[in-house]
């Protein structure tokens, strides 16, 4: 790859940046100085060294948030905030391209996958591939054994619309655990409002084979992981 086009990719800079920083003789290529934007790299062992930070190349780059309330998930918006503004704040050299993978709504919390990687994205969204997702549901008031019955066969959210099979885990009072895994719109909101109970509290605490583990991730964070444990 062209060493121009690699500092972009890594978020260096723009084209007409990064040709600045090489002109200045700022970047290092395995230690040596470059200055030509068209010198090719190996970008697949290369390292780059920038202000004393050291830079390599990814093709893909996986990262799971704990969503916070009051952030929409979008890449961006003209008014509200989004995840990936949460996101940017916290991993400001994150490489290009990146975004949420499905969506949790405004006031829900938790498990939020965010990639570059579009072909991963797609197969976990996708609903021939029943990625499960569990959340944890608190619920304006007690779920009897029949709402349970009724939401794990399947309930009418909507206009011929019918959720598929789900796992219900009661929790004690008014909470439990739902899995799912479809992906419509406030499904879980919706499910819940079918048996004639509201939700007043939406925690996804996994997504595939991802889980969320609150000491590691406290509401808001972010945390780089591998691509390949993702499934
Ligand atoms: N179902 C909902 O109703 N809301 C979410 O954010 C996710 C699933």
Same mark, same amino acid.
């Given at each position: 790859m062209r060493l121009d086009k690699l500092l972009v990719e890594l978020n260096i800079g723009t084209r007409s940046e990064v040709k600045a920083l090489l002109k200045k003789g700022l970047i290092l290529v395995d230690g040596a100085k470059v200055n030509k934007p068209e010198t090719k790299v190996d970008e697949d062992t290369a390292v780059i060294s920038y202000q004393g930070k050291e830079y390599r190349y990814k093709k893909f780059s996986y990262y799971i948030m704990n969503k916070p309330k009051?952030?929409? +998930?979008? +890449?961006?918006d003209a008014k509200e905030q989004t995840v990936m503004n949460v996101f940017y704040r916290q991993v400001k050299d994150a490489p290009r391209g990146l975004a949420p993978v499905g969506r949790l709504d405004k006031d829900t919390t938790g498990l939020l996958l965010i990639t570059n990687d579009g072909q991963l994205a797609h197969d976990m969204l996708?609903?021939?591939?029943h990625v499960d997702k569990i959340y944890f549901v608190t619920l304006d008031g007690d779920l009897t054994r029949e709402d349970i019955q009724a939401l794990e066969s399947g309930v009418r959210i909507g206009e011929g619309e019918l959720t598929a099979p789900a796992t219900v885990e009661y929790n004690g009072g008014n909470t439990c655990y739902i899995t799912i895994h479809e992906g419509k719109f406030h499904q879980v909101k919706r499910m819940f409002f079918a048996v004639g109970r509201q939700v007043v509290e939406l925690k996804r605490t996994a997504f595939g084979n991802l889980t969320l583990d609150e000491s590691q991730l406290p509401l808001g964070s972010v945390l780089e992981i591998e691509g390949s444990n993702i499934s």
């Open positions: 009051g952030v929409i +998930t979008a +890449t961006e996708s609903p021939k591939k």
